[in-house]
Nanobody, 120 residues
Framework: VQLQASGGGPVQAGDSLSVSCAAS????????MGWFRQAPGKEREFVAA????????KYSDSVKGRFAISRDYGTNTVYLQMNSLKPEDTAVYYC??????????????WGQGTLVTVSS
């Protein structure tokens, strides 16, 4: 299984940006997909997840109300629409594919990450 993330880049605070991640290979479409991020000097943290049927959508408190996750089953692609970006959103964003949990997702596969830099 391969996960290819794209769409990161530099933006200004308050801007919007969308990142996407396409999954390929052999896997069941009952997997959840999600996003994590890792800021410089910090541990990787959960951002958002979406269940296999489009339900079980979860967000971290830090992005709730600003970010939106969606999924295209035809292309096995997960999207993260990020609005009202803040400098503290600066991080490498990693997509993940795994099992649905009550808190979001338990990753089994990881993408390579895409850098989002938000300047004030």
């Amino acid at each position: 299984v391969q996960l290819q993330a794209s769409g990161g880049g530099p933006v200004q605070a308050g801007d919007s940006l969308s990142v996407s991640c396409a999954a390929s290979g052999r896997f069941t479409n009952t997997y959840a997909m999600g996003w994590f991020r890792q800021a410089p000097g910090k541990e990787r943290e959960f951002v958002a997840a979406i269940g296999w049927n489009g339900g079980n959508i979860k967000y971290s408190d830090s992005v709730k109300g600003r970010f939106a996750i969606s999924r295209d089953y035809g292309t096995n692609t997960v999207y993260l629409q990020m609005n009202s970006l803040k400098p503290e959103d600066t991080a490498v964003y990693y997509c993940a594919l795994g099992m649905t949990t009550t808190s979001g997702i338990r990753p089994r596969y990881w993408g390579q990450g895409t850098l989002v830099t938000v300047s004030s």
